[in-house]
């Protein structure tokens, strides 16, 4: 039995390592890849998985996790900045959409209500990994379609709350859809208030205190005790484990470990998420759009023309330009992984038959494929609406300048941007450290810097500058490859003890590298010389002549790449 068990997980693999970089070369991105190979494999397919029941339940928690992260993601702070556009602009989307859809379902189709009430807000929702990566391949975040399309996302995941909290309570014969709705917000405030209690008073004491103890095996185990651990007393409460792992999300969202948490949780988050998206590509049967395709593609482009047409309304209602807001709605026209997750936790709660949860799945496939088209289109029509006014066209803001060790002369440098008004953020290894200085109000949070999922999600792809002041000479030399390495146009300086140590540094990948040593030498040396009468010039010609020979015949302040030496 194990031996089975192991052969379908190689043929899974297998079949994600060939399938998600097709659709990545061609454009259609991860998602699509791994519903197709889920296809090829499963039931519909090559019929090659023997345990496709026991893998779906698997796959469960790529779920889990996937909410887990969007918890992370949606910081109060954040909402606070986008809110007329996340609570204004998004509300009204996801509930315009919803109840039109769920409208036509009831009306048209000929659904039962309950099911119709769970289809019309589960097609509202977009895919948010889908569209945030083609927006990050375009360079459009910082677009003004782009930022709008982001604050809408941002409110449909919020929206999945109420709405894994509705599935169950649909499906309770007693209960009316007014009292079903009402529980099911009374049940969203209530998670909100443990969030504010246990983030403030639970949760960051037992990180700092795992963390303290610097063993990087204990704190993955905390972190993936604290997902599953959260997904099942949910579940024993009476309501989803993918609503569990949101709030334990939500109580580290502000939380100064959270960096270093993502980091963690990342190669779980990813592979558990591609298994479940192989297992709904496992459960679609094929046969059933060959026998009805003209209906699956008619509403699937009913589905687009619904979306397209609410948000371009409300985007020209909330000031955005005709281009603009075409934009939007182009590309948040498709359905998304959510609505896959909302439809797998109606039909286990049978509020959908086979045949109608078969349909949903064809046709919030089919959207995702048509999505790349969708937002080449979206593309071209933000770009046509910015050119008329290029001279009004906004630039984005510059990332922060990004600091690997927060010591003391990390901290010394964080006060001298700071004074400059230059944005930074800063990480280190030393909880203590990291709580302190937050206290203080520096912008600091606890990781790895030589992970790099934890520099990744600092947004050290974006930063202007990369700054590594850590002590530990080895940690340094692994933080300036691993950065060099994933991104190559990053600025980095670093801090080196000596000049051998400066010279590797600039080897792997540092723009700037400084000893400290001898800048304490030379400014030092430099107060002597003043002290006895020589003159300025002389002065800075002989240090910086004495600099040049130290460093081994090599300008530091220049603007020279550094060499790709291979490290040794």
Not at 68 to 90: A, H
Not at 147 to 160: G, I, N
Not at 399 to 427: K, M
Request: charged share 15%.
């Amino acid at each position: 039995m194990a031996a089975n068990y192991i052969l379908d997980i190689v043929i899974l693999l297998a079949a994600a390592v060939v399938a998600v970089p097709l659709f990545r070369v061609v454009g259609f991105g991860a998602v699509p890849g791994f519903l197709v190979a889920g296809v090829v494999v499963g039931p519909a397919g090559l019929a090659l998985i023997d345990n496709v029941t026991e893998i779906s339940r698997l796959s469960e928690l790529g779920v889990v996790f996937l909410l887990f992260v969007v918890g992370i993601e949606l910081k109060p702070s954040r909402l606070w900045l986008m809110r007329r556009q996340v609570f204004g602009l998004g509300t009204l989307q996801v509930l315009l959409t919803g109840v039109l859809i769920t409208a036509a379902v009831y009306l048209l189709l000929d659904v039962a209500f309950p099911a119709a009430a769970v289809i019309g807000p589960a097609l509202a929702l977009s895919s948010t990994a889908f569209v945030l990566q083609l927006l990050a391949e375009r360079r459009s975040l910082h677009s003004e379609y782009g930022r709008t399309s982001l604050a809408v996302l941002l409110l449909q995941d919020l929206a999945v709350v109420p709405l894994l909290a509705l599935v169950p309570l649909l499906a309770m014969q007693q209960f009316s859809i007014g009292t079903d709705i009402t529980i099911a917000l009374v049940e969203a405030f209530v998670i909100l208030l443990a969030v504010v209690v246990g983030g403030r008073y639970l949760l960051q004491p037992i990180l700092h205190r795992v963390a303290h103890t610097r063993s990087k095996e204990i704190f993955t185990a905390v972190t993936v005790l604290l997902v599953l651990g959260s997904a099942v007393l949910t579940e024993r409460l009476g309501l989803s484990m993918a609503m569990g792992a949101f709030i334990a999300g939500l109580l580290i969202a502000d939380s100064p470990f959270r960096h270093e948490v993502i980091a963690e949780i990342e190669p779980f988050r990813g592979l558990l998420l591609g298994l479940f998206f192989m297992s709904m590509g496992m459960s679609l049967e094929i046969s059933q759009f060959v026998a009805e395709p003209i209906l699956t593609l008619g509403l699937l482009c009913a589905l687009i023309v619904v979306k397209f047409s609410v948000l371009w309304v409300l985007a020209l209602a909330f000031g955005l330009g005709v281009r603009t807001g075409a934009a939007v709605a182009m590309l948040l026209a498709q359905s998304g992984e959510f609505g896959l997750v909302l439809f797998g936790y109606a039909f286990q709660a049978e509020l959908l038959d086979t045949g109608l949860f078969q349909q949903l799945l064809l046709v919030v496939v089919l959207s995702m494929l048509v999505t790349p088209l969708l937002a080449n289109l979206a593309q071209r029509q933000a770009s046509a609406a910015i050119r008329p006014a290029a001279e009004h066209h906004e630039e984005p803001a510059k990332a922060p300048v990004v600091l690997a060790g927060f010591g003391r002369g990390g901290r010394r440098i964080g006060e001298i941007l700071t004074s400059a008004s230059v944005p930074y953020v800063a990480i280190d290894q030393d909880s203590s450290l990291v709580l302190r200085e937050r206290a203080n109000g520096h912008p600091v949070f606890y990781g790895d810097g030589r992970k790099p999922d934890v520099l990744r999600s600092l947004g050290v792809a974006d930063a202007s500058l990369v700054i590594v002041t850590v002590n530990d000479f080895e940690a340094t030399e692994d933080i300036v490859a691993a950065l060099h390495r994933a991104h190559p146009d990053v600025t980095i300086l670093a801090r080196g003890h000596n000049a051998s140590q400066c010279q590797a540094l600039r080897q792997l990948g540092a723009r700037l590298a400084i000893s400290e040593n001898l800048e304490a030498s030379l400014d030092l040396a430099r107060e002597a010389l003043v002290h006895e009468l020589v003159g300025a010039d002389q002065t800075e010609a002989l240090l910086r002549r004495f600099r040049e020979d130290y460093y081994g015949n090599f300008d530091v302040t220049s603007a020279q790449e550094p060499p790709n030496a291979p490290r040794s």
